[in-house]
């Protein structure tokens, strides 16, 4: 579902406001407001989805009060099944194009294309599916803390993470 009030702008503002500078790979304070580019972190492997994405904290801690924010590097091909999340997440497209579209089955016919700088919004519990185009880096922003897992199947046997 995508949505566009006034939270919805305040989330992409936000998104945008720590995107610039991270992208740069820069560190400093502006003003007050800390920016954070990647600095040490390192990308690692996503276990809690199939195999082939990785993930990299830039922002924050999910598990505890606050925003957070992550990205997520997908290669060409990719294929996340139905899933949702406990939280509202705001997704924008830094490189490449991703497809994502809300329902409880993977369904090529609903997709939608989205490319560099373009966003939506997940609302808590609502079943979303994505692919990659080509190579993809997105950007996840959200409000901690989440309690339990932060990502749940709809078809439990798409679940990659041991049972």
């Known amino acids: 579902m995508i949505r566009f009030d006034r939270h919805t702008l305040a989330a992409a503002l936000l998104c945008a406001a720590t995107s610039l500078p ?37 922002y924050g801690d999910p598990s505890k009060p606050g925003p957070y924010i992550f990205r997520a590097m997908v290669p060409a091909g990719y294929r996340l099944p139905a899933h949702s999340h406990p939280d509202q ?44 185009e080509t190579a993809v880096v997105v950007q996840e922003m959200g409000i901690g803390p989440i309690s339990g897992s932060p990502i749940e199947y709809v078809n439990a046997a798409d679940d990659p993470r041991p049972h």
């Open 89 to 132: 997440r705001t997704v924008t497209v830094l490189k490449g194009t991703y497809w994502s579209a809300a329902g409880p089955t993977y369904d090529e016919a609903k997709l939608q294309k989205f490319g560099p700088g373009a966003f939506y919004i997940t609302e808590p519990g609502v079943p979303h599916f994505a692919k990659a």
């Open 22 to 58: 991270a992208l740069a790979g820069t560190e400093f304070f502006m003003n007050g407001v800390e920016s954070t580019g990647s600095g040490d972190r390192a990308w690692r492997m996503n276990t809690s989805v199939p195999a082939g994405m990785k993930i990299i904290m830039i």
